[in-house]
Nanobody, 123 residues
Framework: VQLVESGGGYVQAGGSLRLSCAAS????????MAWFRQVTGKEREGVAARDTDGSTNYADSVRGRFTISRDSSKNTVFLQMDSLKPEDTAMYYCAADPGRLLRPTLDEYEYNYWGQGTQVTVS
């Protein structure tokens, strides 16, 4: 499974960005896809996850501001980020599970497949 993120960039506080993650390869077993973020020198943080049935899970810090969605026909997962804050600045990574997960967890150790990341900077 290969994951490629896009959509990062610079935005002012209060603005919006939409991240995309295009997945390719053997996707038949993938159930949950998620977004994580990491600031240099800090641990990676789970942001949002979504399974194929539409169940979602959000970090408290982004609930109500971020929305994860999935276009199965295009094998793409999105992260709509609204009301952005400077503390949302980070490298954002897309992740997919190898088919073990039964629900959308934000535990990074449950995910085997990762993209290269896209930088989001909020000033």
């Amino acid at each position: 499974v290969q994951l490629v993120e896009s959509g990062g960039g610079y935005v002012q506080a209060g603005g919006s960005l939409r991240l995309s993650c295009a997945a390719s390869g053997d996707l038949n077993s993938v159930n949950v896809m998620a977004w994580f973020r990491q600031v240099t020198g800090k641990e990676r943080e789970g942001v949002a996850a979504r399974d194929t049935d539409g169940s979602t899970n959000y970090a408290d810090s982004v609930r109500g501001r971020f929305t994860i969605s999935r276009d199965s026909s295009k094998n793409t997962v999105f992260l709509q980020m609204d009301s952005l804050k400077p503390e949302d600045t980070a490298m954002y990574y897309c992740a997919a599970d190898p088919g073990r997960l039964l629900r959308p967890t934000l535990d990074e150790y449950e995910y085997n497949y990762w993209g290269q990341g896209t930088q989001v900077t909020v000033s």
